[in-house]
């Protein structure tokens, strides 16, 4: 009994088996990819360079004249305009130098008075031989005499003048005055080094970028070779980005490419004049400027999940070719457009290159492709 009922379940086993074997295997499911198809578009390149902002212009106050200092006009921190009264250093001495002047001239003019017309006396009497040729000559050199003397007189006033104007010490430029370095009291010498106060003008105001001489050239080759367009009135504006990241409400212009290169660093300096009305820039400041290089007619620019590197760091992608296989393709990656990667070399317009789902392929493997976004 036993015996049956084994061979019985031997039987039923035997069975599935063959019932099992005896099915057909489906067939293996081709992955679907997320896939885009490359075009070419008009982008305009720029390159972000760190910059310093400075002063429009800077004037230094140091006397012209020597003497002390009377009276400060001016706030500290405030802003003046050119012709403001600044400092007035007492007057006394150079006003009592330019009445003596003064007083010299007159007293030469009235001697001239004098000599004049003694000089006009004599010059009817040698007509007759009157007076010797002798005395007339002394004569005429007296009176010449006196009339250089009379010049020199009138420079000595003009000089006493300009000293006593001196003693008022006025703004030369409009701007914001930072804080004196001396007081009321204080003995001040004529263009002493120490600066009593200094103007800087911050409305505009510079930004100085360095760029390398490497990355000029190229630029230059490549707008030479037609690769790159100019962007007409737009080409020279460039976007100014504060420390805290966010962007300066005006653009700036650029002024001029300096020709000299700072040995150091091998860079150039790029001048931006910046409109700054409320003075939010101020000297010194670390900024960071978008200058714009030019326009690229015929760009590639692919997400950046679909650009890949290999051990090596060298960037490819994956494509899909006319059979629907895998393919792997080495690019040349130029440099980052926001979400996305320009890319100069490896790709052409129209081939298919995969976003997403590459995960589950491998080179020379059969897929179906999705255009990216459109997957379910």
Not at 190 to 197: D, R
Not at 239 to 246: M, N, S, V
Request: hydrophobic letters at 40%; aromatic letters at 6%; charged letters at 25%.
């Amino acid at each position: 009994m036993i015996a049956k009922f084994k061979a019985i379940c031997l039987l039923s086993v035997m069975f599935f088996i063959l019932t099992a074997c005896g099915k057909k295997q489906p067939p293996a499911q081709i992955p679907e990819v997320s896939v885009i198809t490359v075009q070419t578009q008009e982008v305009l390149l720029t390159t972000e360079l760190p910059g310093r902002t400075n002063p429009y212009r800077i004037a230094e106050i140091r006397p012209q004249v020597s003497g002390i200092i009377l009276k400060r006009y001016f706030t500290e921190g405030s802003n003046v305009k050119a012709g403001d009264l600044l400092y007035q250093i007492d007057p006394a001495p150079y006003k009592a130098a330019y009445d003596n002047a003064v007083a010299a001239l007159k007293r030469a003019e009235a001697t001239l008075q004098s000599v004049k017309a003694r000089y006009e006396r004599y010059q009817e009497l040698i007509k007759v031989n009157a007076i010797s040729k002798q005395e007339f000559d002394d004569v005429k050199a007296q009176y010449e005499q006196t009339l250089s003397e009379i010049e020199a007189l009138k420079a000595q006033v003009r000089n006493a003048q300009i000293n006593l104007g001196y003693t008022k010490i006025t703004a030369p430029i409009s701007g914001r005055i930072g804080k004196s370095n001396v007081t009321e009291g204080a003995l001040v010498t004529a263009y002493q080094p120490m600066e009593l106060t200094r103007i800087q003008q911050l409305d505009p105001i510079y930004v100085d970028i360095p760029q390398s001489t490497k990355e000029l050239r190229e630029l230059e080759r490549r707008l030479a070779e037609g690769r790159l367009k100019y962007a007409g009135k737009e080409q020279n504006k460039v976007k100014i980005i504060l420390e805290d990241g966010t962007v300066y409400p005006v653009e700036g212009t650029l002024q001029f490419k300096d020709v000299t290169v700072d040995p150091t660093t091998g860079s150039v300096t790029l001048r931006v004049i910046v409109p700054n009305p409320k003075g939010v820039l101020l000297p010194g400041m670390f900024v960071r400027a978008i200058v714009k290089e030019g326009i690229n007619r015929h760009a590639i620019l692919l997400p950046q999940q679909a650009v890949f590197r290999d051990p090596k760091g060298n960037p490819f992608v994956y494509i899909v070719d006319n059979e629907n296989k895998v393919q792997i393709r080495p690019v040349k990656v130029d440099r980052a457009i926001e979400d996305k990667w320009l890319v100069s070399e490896g790709v052409s317009e129209g081939q298919q290159v995969i976003v997403e789902g590459v995960q589950k392929i491998m080179p020379g493997m059969p897929v179906k492709p999705v255009p990216y976004g459109n997957k379910q």
